[in-house]
Structure formats: structure tokens, C-alpha cells
């Protein structure tokens, strides 16, 4: 994810405290690593930087003292190259004239950093921040303007990221954003730029919203927007924004799980990205290829993730894979497993106890350790031969919603690969996302009254679909506190079928080819009495078989199993908040589990 934030004033000043300021309002996007650049009248740069939280590496370096006409800020969630001085940002050009740093990917960065060393440029980290620099120094040494430098960087850079950079004799500040989230602000005698509202809006409410393809040039009272396709100006007024902090920092969104599950299309697209440009999946991929056994093991909603991974490898790639909760596989398999097995390991936190406990003994015998994980530099990164990322940067909410959809995306990327399927096909993949969040919300309120006042309920599932039930039901308990189990359909006539009773809900979820099964499902319940709700394709024996149906697109089998659980994830969320419970903080739990 990544945080930054520039700042050009009228003379030189004491900038320190107030990027220190919106470091701290950044932090929730990224604690890998921190640094501050300043650029003062005489065009010195005053360049601090080092991994840690913006609190002791701003202590360390005192960046409080810090001075200067310009600041950039930027606060780094590790994508490439791990968490260290040298990665962090912002990065110096070759001759130490410009500085800048970025949020988000630049998923060529490989390449690039290839390009620029042959080009005789001084690359110093492996960071894609510090390729946003060498880019714009290219064309400054062919003789381009600091905006057309800008505009040709823009087409060289691939991937989603905004960017921010300053240049010694100029007394400017100039800012672009591609996918990435991009404001800017005008104050008294200063402007800044920033990722995000909430680090603005202590300083200024006299806001610019940046598209995607405008560069924005700031100098101490106003700005320019130019277009980076034509060069030319793009008339944009600034505007007041009235929004209260705690809203700004949520999006608009009341909570942050509804945030994070409006941003399951966006990491998917990003994950794919940066996915298509890197080298750790080839060596990952063949491991898998060549190994004896697999197993993914996870807990929890990643435990949720390996099960459909099993189910995506076995359909696509006919390989035969084990999915498995962290503490059960020492039980199962601490003494079978050996170097010619594989296991993928999948942690958002990277940091739960019970997987590093698996992974340990997984090292004693010799296995070979890979990993899905979304916090870079965790220790489940370190402990792997390859992880890889899930990209979804920074989720506050404790119940795990865009990690899970990216472990979808992820296993399927892998299945994709293994059976060397088009990995294109999956591009497709966010778009149906979106429209299903845009579809699901009104058909999710329409079935609320039929569920929300039930204390004990059921999702079922079958084949492809029995991993979203799982996830659906531990989203459902989690956030709501009613007993939710989520289970196999065909196992529910082995005894749970006792529990129904008039109007008892039981939610189905189908692709198209289990529709006759889920049907004896479905009659099953409703002739003792049940309510049942089926999240499904469009197909008449649904609508007419079950109460309540919940349409999702099936674009493929496997693209369904992933829409399927955003209408589950909101039902959770609107459940929960009918109950006056906060999503975000379910009672009990914690986000990482560090303890056996
Ligand atoms: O960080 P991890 O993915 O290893 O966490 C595992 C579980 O604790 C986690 O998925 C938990 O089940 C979620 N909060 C559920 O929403």
C-alpha cells in the first residue's frame, strides 16, 4: 500500500513536525519502513530514512528538526526489496538533484532497474519507488522540461501507484497518479499532496481530487493540473471539503470492513499486476510441478483460502493438493513430510503462531516452504524460499474480507499457471467483482429481515462452493455473534437436519452444475419448515425451488466461487451492525495471533 505526503511552502521553515504529523496519520499504510526528504531555498537535500515504525525512526533521525521550503514524506508497506535503509523512500536520482517516492507497484520495476543501470544511472536498492526517480531522470537528461519528463515517465511505469518528486533548482513540487489514490490541498502559503484526505484535512479543506493520467505541479500558493497525454493544462478549481476526520480516514464507508470489501476489486487487479511481473512465481510454480505431495495450510480464513485452493488445483491442473489448518498438519503429517514436498503457507498476518509452528517443523523435516502472505517482512516471509504477496495492503478490520478474495485470486493464479491455462483470463476477474458488490448490497438488504434476528443458522455449500460456506459462516459468527456453521450440503441430512424449524434459515451456495444437487438440498429443509436462501447463477429451479435467491454472475466455475462470498460478507456486515455491534472490533478477537 504505502503512504506519501509533499508539502511546499513559501521560504524555508521547520517542515519536521508536521510531516512527522502526517506520518502518523499515514501509518496505517505501511510500517516497513520510513523516511523524509527536504529540499531547502539553496536546492540542499536533507535526505533521513531507515526501516521501522514513523514513531522510532523519526525519534532516531530527529526528524523534528528537519527544515526546509519543500518535505516529502513516505511511509513504505514492502513490496520490492525487503524492509531496510536502502529500500526505504524517498530515493535520490543518480547525482543526488531530485528526490521522490511513490505508493503502490511498479510492476516492470525489474526490468527498468535493468534499463537504468545500462543506462549509467546510479541504482542503489531494489525498491520501485527509487525506478519512479530514475524514470523521470531519463528524459531530464535528454532534455526534457520537468513536465514532459513526467508525462514520458508515466508511459514508461507500469502498474498502479501514485508518485511524488521534487528537483533541486526548481522550488516545486510535481505529483501524478495512476490507480492509486491521489489529493491534494491548497493552504496559506503552502500546498501539499497526499495518498489520502484524513493527512490533509488537519492543514487545508481546500481539496483536489486528481484522476488517473493528470500530473499536478505545486508551487507555495497554487497549483496546475496538466493532462500527461496532450501536456495541456486542465482547468480544475480547488474544492471545500466538509467531511469530519473519522470519515475521511473510512472512506465515506461507516466501517472499515465495508471499505476493505469495496476494495476487494481494486487489490484483486493489483495482485494480478504485479503477479504477471514477478520472478518468484515461475520458481514457485515449478516446485509445485515437481513435487511429491502438496499441502496449503493455513488457519482461520486462510484455512478457508487452502480449501479452495484444493478445489481450483484439482479442477484446472488435475493435481492433487492438501489442504490443511496449521495445528492438524503436525498432527497428520509431521513424520510423512519430507524435501520433496511442498507447502504453501498462507498468512495475512504472516505472524499467526500456529502456521509458524507448522512451518517450523515443516523446515525440520526438510519441506520445502512457500507462502501467500500480505505483510511483507513478516516473519512468515523470512522463513519461506519464496513468498508471495497478496497485495492488499493495510486491512484494519479485524474480520479478513480482501485477503481472503486475494487468496482466491492467488491459488487460482497458481492453478492457472500449473496447468498453463491463459493467465489473462483471470483479468476479467475485477470488473465481475465490482458489478457483483454494485448487484449484491440491495439483494443482501432485500433477505437481512429473513436472517438478521436468528441466533443460530447455516451456510451450505458444495464442491467449489463448500469454501465459501465455511468463510461465509466464520464471517457471520465472527461479527454477529450468532452461531453459524458452515458446512458440506450433503452432510446436513447426517444430523444437523434436526436442528430445523419453521422459518430456520439456511443459506445454499451453488454454481450452475451442482444446481440439481443443491436442489434435494434445498426440499429437503423447506418441507420440514426451513427458510432457505440460495446464492447462485440466474436459473428458474433456483427461484423456484428456494425462498430467497441471491444472483452472481458465473463467468467460470471458479470466478463464481469467488463472487459468491462478497453477498456473504455483506450479509455479516449489515447483520452486525443491525445489532449494534462494531464490525471492525468483534469482541475477543484480535487481528494476529501470536500465541498457541
Ligand atoms: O493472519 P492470518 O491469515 O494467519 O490469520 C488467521 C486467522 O486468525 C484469521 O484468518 C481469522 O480467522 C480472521 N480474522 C477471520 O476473519
Not at 531547502?40 to 536533507?46: A, C, Q, R
Not at 523519526?58 to 528537519?66: I, L, Y
Not at 479485524?398 to 486475494?406: L, S, Y
Not at 476479467?428 to 439483494?443: C, G, S, V
Request: with cysteine; hydrophobic share 40%.
Amino acid at each position: 500500500m504505502c503512504g506519501i505526503f509533499g508539502i511546499v511552502s513559501k521560504r524555508d521553515k521547520l517542515l519536521g513536525p508536521t510531516l512527522i504529523d502526517a506520518g502518523l496519520r499515514l501509518s496505517y499504510r505501511g510500517y516497513d519502513s520510513v523516511g523524509i526528504a527536504t529540499i531547502n531555498e539553496n536546492g540542499i537535500i536533507d535526505l533521513r530514512k531507515d526501516a521501522g515504525k514513523v514513531t522510532t525512526v523519526a525519534e532516531r533521525f530527529n526528524f523534528k528538526e528537519m527544515i526546509g521550503k519543500r518535505g516529502i514524506l513516505q511511509l513504505r508497506w514492502a513490496t520490492f526489496g525487503e524492509p531496510s535503509m536502502v529500500n526505504s523512500q524517498p530515493h535520490l536520482d543518480s547525482e543526488g538533484l531530485m528526490v521522490g517516492a511513490h505508493n503502490g507497484n511498479v510492476v516492470n520495476n525489474a526490468e527498468l532497474r535493468e534499463e537504468f543501470i545500462a543506462e549509467g544511472m546510479i541504482v542503489r536498492s531494489t525498491n520501485d519507488g527509487e525506478s519512479c526517480v530514475h524514470a523521470v531522470e531519463r528524459f531530464i537528461r535528454q532534455g526534457f522540461s520537468m513536465i514532459d519528463a513526467i508525462r514520458k515517465a508515466y508511459d514508461v511505469l507500469k502498474g498502479d501507484y501514485a508518485f511524488v518528486i521534487g528537483k533541486a533548482d526548481d522550488d516545486r513540487l510535481y505529483a501524478f497518479k495512476k490507480g492509486s489514490g491521489l489529493v491534494a490541498g491548497i493552504g496559506d502559503e503552502f500546498t501539499v499532496v497526499s495518498s489520502d484526505l484524513p493527512s490533509i484535512l488537519p492543514l487545508t479543506r481546500n481539496i483536489v481530487f486528481m484522476n488517473d493520467g493528470e500530473i499536478i505541479e505545486l508551487s507555495d500558493q497554487c497549483f496546475t493540473i496538466y493532462s500527461v497525454s496532450t501536456g495541456e493544462v486542465i482547468d480544475r478549481s480547488a474544492e471545500i471539503v466538509e467531511e469530519t476526520m473519522e470519515v475521511a480516514q473510512k472512506g465515506g464507508f461507516d466501517h472499515f470492513m465495508l471499505k476493505e470489501i469495496h476494495e476487494q476489486p481494486k487489490v484483486a487487479e493489483e495482485l494480478l499486476h504485479l503477479w504477471n511481473n514477478s520472478p518468484s512465481i515461475d520458481v514457485t510454480v515449478e516446485a509445485l510441478k515437481n513435487a511429491r505431495n502438496i499441502y496449503f495450510v493455513g488457519c482461520g480464513t486462510s484455512f478457508n483460502a487452502c480449501v479452495a485452493g484444493a478445489v481450483y488445483f484439482n479442477r484446472l491442473s488435475a493435481k492433487t493438493t492438501i489442504p490443511i489448518a496449521a495445528p492438524q498438519f503436525i498432527a497428520q503429517y509431521n513424520r510423512a513430510i519430507g524435501p520433496e514436498d511442498v507447502g504453501i503457507f498462507v498468512s495475512q498476518s504472516g505472524e499467526t503462531k500456529d502456521v509458524l509452528n507448522a512451518v517450523e517443523i515443516a523446515r525440520k523435516q526438510g519441506m520445502r516452504i512457500f507462502s501467500l502472505v500480505n505483510v511483507v517482512g513478516s516473519t512468515l516471509t523470512k522463513l519461506s524460499e519464496k513468498w508471495l504477496p497478496l497485495v492488499c495492503g493495510y486491512e484494519i478490520s479485524v474480520p479478513a474480507t480482501k485477503t481472503f478474495t486475494n487468496q482466491l485470486v492467488a491459488f487460482l493464479y497458481l492453478a492457472y499457471k500449473v496447468a498453463a491455462k491463459d493467465i489473462n483470463e483471470l483479468n476479467q476477474l475485477p470488473d465481475h467483482m465490482l458489478k457483483t458488490i454494485e448487484e449484491a448490497e440491495n439483494q443482501v438488504r432485500e433477505i437481512l429481515t429473513y436472517v438478521q434476528d436468528w441466533n443460530d443458522l447455516y451456510c451450505l455449500g458444495y464442491g467449489i462452493t463448500y469454501p465459501i460456506a465455511l468463510e461465509g459462516a466464520l464471517k457471520l459468527k465472527e461479527i454477529t455473534y450468532a452461531h453459524c456453521e458452515g458446512m458440506l450440503s450433503t452432510e446436513f441430512k447426517h444430523g444437523p437436519l434436526a436442528a430445523v424449524t419453521k422459518d430456520y434459515p439456511i443459506i445454499f451456495s451453488t454454481i450452475r452444475e451442482d444446481i440439481p444437487l443443491i436442489i434435494s438440498g434445498i426440499n429437503e429443509v423447506t418441507c420440514r419448515g426451513a427458510r432457505a436462501i440460495v446464492i447462485g447463477p440466474k436459473d428458474e429451479r433456483l427461484e423456484s425451488n428456494a425462498h430467497h435467491t441471491i444472483r452472481i454472475a458465473e463467468p467460470t466455475p471458479e470466478f463464481a466461487s469467488i463472487l459468491t462470498i462478497i453477498p456473504l460478507q455483506l450479509l455479516s456486515y449489515y447483520m452486525s451492525v443491525h445489532r449494534g455491534f462494531d464490525p471492525d472490533f468483534p469482541r475477543n478477537l484480535s487481528k494476529t495471533l501470536t500465541v498457541d
